[in-house]
């Protein structure tokens, strides 16, 4: 399949939705509510210390997207299939949102990306892809085997699969707890549940690119919750970051259930 004609996405993708750019409606310029479950796009002037973050996992992962057939498990708002369509045949972004896949279209669009409403349990491709990626996504999902064995199932002998998911060293409590949350892992659990699937991966996790003192002290004391009062305009914020290095990342391939934020697996389908 080359993904990106209509016929050829409803055919392959039959219990979905296919949301077609040619039949999206003014409307869809509407700002996404910004529920928290869902990682909204900085604008021009606006700082996310967790959007950076999440933004920098796609920008690693275009080195598995080149010339690539990609499948995006839980698209979001899109951000991510642009970063991958710079280097890849053909994206094809899903999500079970279909306000989330309205403002893909509208925000987004690109020649070789097609969005598509459906959910990852829906699915019903065999082998169609070069590459599936799912960021921040398996976090949300209570039967963990069934999410992988989709993801495993949609991708070619020998393509690769690529996961990531917040590093929860100790269990939140209730008043930091993420409500959509309701399979948080750490480096332990989360390769033990690698380990079932694929006899081949590494492990590797999303990190601060260099060591700062001041970060370091805030994070241990409640004056890191803070943040979250500002918004991404705030010129607190971007003081932050500029004084702690709160949105320069690196890929980890030691101590990383110590130092990694995000864990990040590159897992090899066979």
């Known amino acids: 399949m080359k993904p990106g004609g209509e016929g050829e996405l409803i055919e392959t993708f039959s219990d979905s939705s296919y949301i077609s750019r040619s039949t999206m409606s003014d409307n869809t310029s509407t700002p996404l509510r910004d529920t928290g479950e869902r990682m909204i796009p900085t604008n021009d002037g606006e700082l996310s210390y967790v959007f950076a973050r999440h933004k920098f996992a796609y920008e690693v992962a275009r080195e598995y997207a080149v010339s690539k057939r990609v499948l995006d498990i839980g698209c979001g708002t899109g951000y991510g299939c642009k970063i991958l369509s710079g280097v890849a045949l053909s994206v094809v972004g899903i999500d079970y949102s279909l306000e989330a896949i309205a403002f893909c279209n509208a925000k987004f669009p690109s020649p070789n990306v097609s969005f598509i409403h459906t959910d990852i349990l829906n699915l019903r491709v065999q082998q169609e892809f070069d590459t599936a990626i799912s960021f921040q996504v398996i976090e949300h999902m209570a039967d963990l085997d069934l999410f992988l064995d989709k ?66 002290f805030v994070q241990r004391t409640p004056l890191y919750r803070l943040g979250k009062m500002f918004g991404r305009k705030s010129p607190i914020k971007k003081l932050a970051n500029t004084t702690m290095n709160l949105t320069d990342f690196q890929v980890l391939k030691s101590d990383i259930s110590r130092d990694a934020i995000d864990l990040f697996a590159v897992c090899t389908n066979r």
């Open 151 to 216: 993801m495993k199932a949609a991708v070619q002998k020998g393509g690769a699969i690529l996961i990531t998911t917040p590093n929860v060293r100790e269990p939140t409590s209730d008043a930091d707890a993420n409500p959509f949350h309701v399979n948080e892992m750490n480096y332990a659990s989360f390769h033990e549940l690698l380990s079932r699937h694929f006899p081949s991966f590494d492990l590797l996790g999303i990190g601060y690119a260099s060591s700062n003192r001041l970060r370091t």
